[in-house]
């Protein structure tokens, strides 16, 4: 696929921040109809700050995040997010706003639903439960 026909997907369909600053590296999708999309990303190797004296240092536990569904399949962005060293030896890294507070869906989808169902995602009919289109 073409470079700039795939980063204009992804900036469509994933939230801004994971667009700009995270790498789609692995795609699985659950069999079945309803199956469950999951999309797996890694942070690019920005360092915070555009900080020279850091080093990357491997991987922050993966943070699982619901987001909309995409053709009918609910999906979950797997986001793995870089931890950084710096001369000292500290472990250093960037604060991602990617979930709205109290939950584990993407700021986007959260506002969705509560403009749809008139609550917050982390309480009120939705909570908990499989909503009624299958996510």
């Given at each position: 696929m073409n470079e700039m026909v795939y980063k204009q997907l992804l900036s469509?369909?994933?939230p801004k921040e994971i667009?700009?600053?995270?790498?789609?590296v692995?795609?699985?999708?659950?069999?079945?109809?309803?199956?469950?999309?999951?999309?797996?990303?890694?942070?690019?190797a920005i360092?915070?700050?555009?900080?020279?004296?850091?080093?990357?240092?491997?991987f922050y536990p993966?943070?699982?995040?619901t987001h909309f569904p995409i053709a009918?399949?609910?999906?979950?962005?797997h986001v793995r997010r870089l931890r950084w060293k710096d001369a000292e030896g500290k472990s250093?890294?960037?604060?991602?706003?990617?979930?709205?507070?109290?939950?584990?869906f993407s700021k986007e989808f959260a506002a969705f639903l509560k403009d749809a169902y008139g609550?917050?995602?982390d309480n009120g009919p939705v909570a908990g439960t499989p909503l009624p289109f299958g996510i």
């Open positions: 469509v369909v994933l667009g700009e600053f995270f790498e789609l692995k795609v699985d999708v659950e069999p079945g109809l309803e199956g469950t999309l999951h999309l797996y990303l890694e942070e690019k360092a915070p700050d555009n900080r020279s004296d850091l080093l990357p240092n491997g993966e943070s699982l995040i009918d399949h609910k999906t979950v962005l250093v890294g960037k604060d991602w706003d990617l979930v709205a507070k109290g939950t584990r609550y917050g995602a």
